[in-house]
Every structure is written in C-alpha cells, then in structure tokens.
C-alpha cells in the first residue's frame, strides 16, 4: 500500500523513521483517523480540530492547513483498494540525536499518514448489524484522556482483556465507579427511550463520532439526549447500551461480561440512530 512520509508518498515497505524519533521511544505524538466511504470523508473538519487542539496541548508546532491534509487524505484514498477507509494521521515530535525526556530544540516533527480498510458502515437493520460483548475495567489510564495520544499502552491493555475475555471492547469506570468511555471508544446507555453519556472531561476523548452522533439526535428531537455522569448501578441496568468510534459509527453492546445488555438484543433505539448517523454523517 502507498503511505506518506514527511512529504513524499512510498510504498509502505519503503517508508523508515529514526529509532530516535520521539512517537518511539517516548510514545510523544498526537493521532487521528478518519472515516473515508467511497472518498467521502466523515467529520473532517472536527478531526483536524482535534488534531491541532491535541498538538497544540503538548507543545509540537506544525504549519500543515487543513487543505494540505485533505489532500493527503484523498491521495491516500485514490491510491489504495477498498471502499471504506480509516485514514491515519500521526505527528511525533520527531528525532533527537540522544534521549532526554526534555523537548529537543531544532527538531521537525515526523508526519506520517497510510490508509487502513475499515468494515462497512453499519446498517440501520438489526438483523444485519454487528453486534458487540464488552468486558469492563477500572480506567487504569492517565489523567489526560482528552488528549488523542499516540501513548496508547493503557488503551492497549483495557483492549487486550476485553480479548482475552472473549469481548470485542473494554468499558471503563473510574475509581468512584462513573463512566469514562471504551478503550476506543465512546460509551452511551439508553434508559427508558432517553440517551446518555459521560459528559467531556479530562477522563475521555472527545471523539468525533459522539460530537456528530449527539447533534445528529438533538437537531432530530425525537430522542432524548444528556451529557451526565453514569454510575455503575446505571450502566447495568440499562435497556440499551451502544458504542461509538470512527470505524465503527454507532455500535450496539449486546452481552456486558457475559450478561445480557436488556433482552440480549440489539435495541430499538439504536436502530433509530444508527439511521439518523447514516443519513447526517455527511453533511
Ligand atoms: N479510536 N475513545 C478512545 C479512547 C478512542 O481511541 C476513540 C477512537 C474514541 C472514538 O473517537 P472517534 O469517534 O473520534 O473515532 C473514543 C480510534 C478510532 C483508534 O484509536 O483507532
């Protein structure tokens, strides 16, 4: 597959960065990926928001345009088979001459972008649906989640029990047992009709796909939608309880540790949105 690197386009093979580079050794970069459907990209403008707002947190100047991006993006799209793409971003502070954890002076920041097959965009239609089980776990992250970190190595291991257990996804609490989000994702209950989610803070990824989702419902008005901390006790007894992230769109929970989310099936609710989301993405 073709990539870009720090400017050029290669095939992946050839693509190589330093050893020194900071996103190695220190895990110091900022990521994104965005949802491309037969070229039509999903929340971009938000995306590069984020990336910028992240970048800008932990100090890496770079003077790329939104423009620049998008052109990369669809290089990228025309440039590799499939339909349905994730394409990722990924800024590290770049390459030093030795290892300090001090930001170094001089140093360009290291761009790198490929393209990934994502699967389709899920159907408004429970019998075709993709249906998750998730694991859950005490948030053992940092304390800036909020950031789109390329230091996933806590995302990594909340994931990875969720795969040794059997789950497709690992739903995190923080110590007072409220909602934070997925290892990636964001989570949502469903309650008597209404949806709620952790409202943002320090303790989760504003993720696009639930910044979309959310204006999709209200603009609607038909379902009820709060920002609101979720306890456990909530989460357990939900009737429904859905997933969101870019590869995913809206993604309904079926089993929570084993248990049944509400009958075991995939909810009404969700079918309404995963619609409204099919219909809104984008515009
Ligand atoms: N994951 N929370 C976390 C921790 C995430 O890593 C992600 C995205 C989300 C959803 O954000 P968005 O709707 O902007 O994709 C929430 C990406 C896709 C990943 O790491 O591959």
Redesign the pocket.
């Known amino acids: 597959s073709t990539v870009y690197l720090n400017g050029e386009y290669m095939p992946m093979h050839e693509a190589k960065i330093s050893p020194m580079d900071r996103g190695f050794l220190f895990g110091d970069g900022i990521y994104e990926?965005v949802p491309c459907y037969s070229g039509g990209l999903v929340g971009f403008g938000p995306?590069m928001d984020r990336m910028n707002d992240g970048l800008k947190a932990i100090g890496i100047e770079l003077a790329m345009s939104h423009e620049e991006w998008k052109a990369i993006a669809l290089k990228l799209d025309g440039e590799n088979d499939g339909e349905n793409l994730?394409i990722y971003f990924h800024v590290s502070r770049g390459a030093d001459t030795k290892r300090a954890h001090s930001f170094p002076s001089g140093v360009k920041p290291t761009v790198f972008a490929f393209a990934f097959e994502i699967p389709p965009a899920p159907v408004a239609d429970k019998s075709k649906a993709n249906s998750y089980s998730v694991s859950t776990s005490t948030d053992l992250r940092w304390k800036r989640?909020n950031i789109?970190s390329t230091a996933?190595l806590g995302?990594v291991l909340h994931y990875q029990k969720g795969v040794d257990e059997g789950n497709q996804e690992c739903i995190l609490f923080d110590v007072d047992g409220f909602l934070t989000?997925?290892?990636?994702?964001?989570a949502y209950i469903v309650k008597d009709g209404v949806v709620i989610t952790a409202p943002l803070s320090n303790a989760?990824?504003p993720?696009?796909?639930?910044f979309m989702l959310l204006d999709i419902l209200r603009k609607d008005g038909r379902i009820k939608v709060e920002e609101r901390a979720v306890s456990r006790e909530e989460f357990d007894a939900a009737d429904e309880v859905w997933l969101?992230?870019?590869?995913k769109e809206v993604g309904p929970v079926v089993a929570i540790d084993g248990k049944p989310v509400g009958n075991g099936e995939i909810g009404d609710v969700w079918v309404v949105a995963q619609q409204l989301f099919s219909e809104g993405k984008f515009n």
């Open positions: 990926v995306h994730g989640c789109k996933l995302n989000e997925g290892s990636s994702t964001n989760l990824l993720g696009i796909t639930r969101t992230s870019s590869s």
